[in-house]
């Protein structure tokens, strides 16, 4: 069973960084695609950042894009998420998320993609 596993979250003051971390135990971890999204009450989760399972494709969501960096180390099974510049609407849960490509060159940016999800982690940005 894939399962990714989130840290790193806390409390920050804007203008501040916080690095997330999210592993996964599967002995493939090059052939999963990874997201992260957030969510705050009462809203829908939204993207942030996808890597493809090989690493050569990064996207990123417009609000956060030249702010938080995607990164995977293949020999931790980790993902990494590098936020920077916080703001207070940064302030959410954060989800890890896998998704098997077969062709690891894929990059899913939609919930509906993923297959197997983290527990959450909370950021939150104080003004």
């Known amino acids: 069973q894939v399962q990714p596993v989130e840290s790193g979250g806390g409390l920050v003051q804007a203008g501040g960084s916080l690095k997330l971390s999210c592993v996964v135990s599967t002995p493939v971890f090059s052939g999963y695609a990874m997201g992260w999204f957030r969510q705050i009450p009462g809203k829908e989760r939204e993207f942030v950042a996808s890597i493809s399972g090989a690493g050569g494709s990064t996207i990123y969501a417009n609000h956060v894009k030249g702010r938080f960096t995607i990164s995977r180390d293949r020999a931790k099974n980790t993902v990494y998420l590098q936020m920077d510049s916080l703001i207070p609407e940064d302030t959410a849960v954060y989800y890890c998320?896998?998704?098997?490509?077969?062709?690891?060159?894929?990059?899913?940016?939609?919930?509906?993609?993923?297959?197997?999800w983290g527990q959450g982690t909370q950021v939150t940005v104080s003004s």
């Open positions: 998320a896998a998704e098997y490509t077969l062709r690891g060159l894929e990059a899913p940016t939609s919930p509906i993609d993923y297959d197997y």
